[in-house]
């Protein structure tokens, strides 16, 4: 009994993420991830000049940092660094945020959303910014990698990535494959700001071409994606199902059409109640928060690869990310 509770104390696993994914979230919205991250050390003055705060209170922040490991000394002078692993509990911090703030609305109203989902969906609505940000943070290492890889082996002169976000993906794509040019297209307006600062910091700017329109409009003016060599779309197709199906099969039917020969339709998104050990909990969560409170249907691998076909595609591929739940499913003009 004695060595039970001595090894369940060595680390209290959910207890560490808890408290990482709160500090990181207070990162974020003090606005200094891109300091915590940066190769050149950093102190309580550059904390305070990026959130804007009183360098006393971002000395604070940095000493809770710096004890939870987050951040170590870089010198003598005081200056410090990004902890050696701070990009996996970045990672980590993502599917907690995703789950309870992302997702806030939801778990906050559940009595209402189950007396009449109709109305609560209309009243309670997420924050974009919060779930781009915590899809980024998951993503880093449970999706982008695959989908990313994909796409620089393309070496495609054009990409365009449909749900774009903060356009992570196309501006490290951008950066991998010299002379590319690339279009995201977002609905959230906050999202799709960042998007272009982020490339212009990123000295991409020219290059990517932000557009703030729904996916469903490229069904009746598909311009955005024309002369593309591969065209992505992460976790946004299902936002048309069921009740858009059309529309989804119209989207698909003109990115076969936009693409060049031999161009690539890469999408990933989430297959419904996964089976197995390591995905049942986290895609339950995902199938239930879809199906209850945002009123959508997840398609299984087979139902992807016959809408693909459908689409004028030829076969298909089906690849598991990380992610529990994702899908990379690739198909060929």
Not at 35 to 62: C, D, M, N, T, W
Not at 75 to 84: C, E, P, S
Not at 103 to 111: D, G, K, L, S, V
Request: glycine share 6%; hydrophobic share 45%; proline share 4%.
């Amino acid at each position: 009994m004695n060595d039970r509770n001595e090894s369940a104390t060595t680390r209290e696993t959910a207890a560490d993420m808890a408290a990482v994914a709160s500090l990181l979230e207070m990162a974020d919205r003090l606005g200094v991830l891109d300091v915590l991250q940066r190769e050149s050390p950093f102190g309580a003055k550059e904390i305070a000049e990026a959130a804007e705060v009183p360098q006393a209170g971002a000395a604070s922040y940095l000493h809770a940092l710096a004890a939870a490991g987050l951040v170590v000394r870089a010198d003598d002078a005081g200056a410090f660094r990004a902890a050696d692993d701070f990009a996996d509990r970045l990672y980590e911090s993502g599917y907690m945020s995703w789950v309870l703030n992302a997702n806030r609305p939801f778990i906050e109203h559940i009595a209402e959303f189950l007396r009449d989902p109709v109305r609560a969906g209309a009243q309670y609505v997420r924050d974009g910014r919060q779930v781009a940000v915590a899809s980024q943070w998951m993503g880093s290492q449970a999706f982008y990698p695959k989908a990313l890889s994909t796409i620089i082996e393309a070496r495609p002169s054009r990409v365009v990535d449909l749900g774009a976000g903060t356009a992570r993906l196309l501006i490290e794509t951008l950066l991998a494959v010299p002379g590319s040019t690339a279009v995201a297209l977002d609905l959230d307006g906050s999202a799709c700001r960042e998007a272009a600062t982020a490339a212009k910091l990123a000295g991409v700017g020219d290059r990517l071409t932000v557009v703030e329109r729904s996916i469903q409009s490229v069904a009746d003016d598909p311009s955005p994606l024309e002369g593309a060599d591969v065209i992505h779309a992460g976790f946004v197709f299902h936002d048309m199902l069921p009740d858009e199906e059309d529309v989804a099969d119209a989207v698909l039917s003109n990115c076969y059409d936009a693409l060049r020969p031999g161009g690539i339709m890469a999408i990933t998104d989430a297959v419904p109640f996964v089976p197995n050990e390591r995905e049942r909990r986290f895609s339950t969560i995902v199938t239930y928060y879809h199906q209850q409170f945002m009123r959508r249907r997840l398609l299984t691998a087979e139902e992807w690869q016959e809408k693909l076909v459908k689409a004028g595609f030829g076969g298909t591929t089906c690849i598991a990310h990380r992610f529990p739940t994702g899908r990379l499913f690739l198909a060929h003009k």
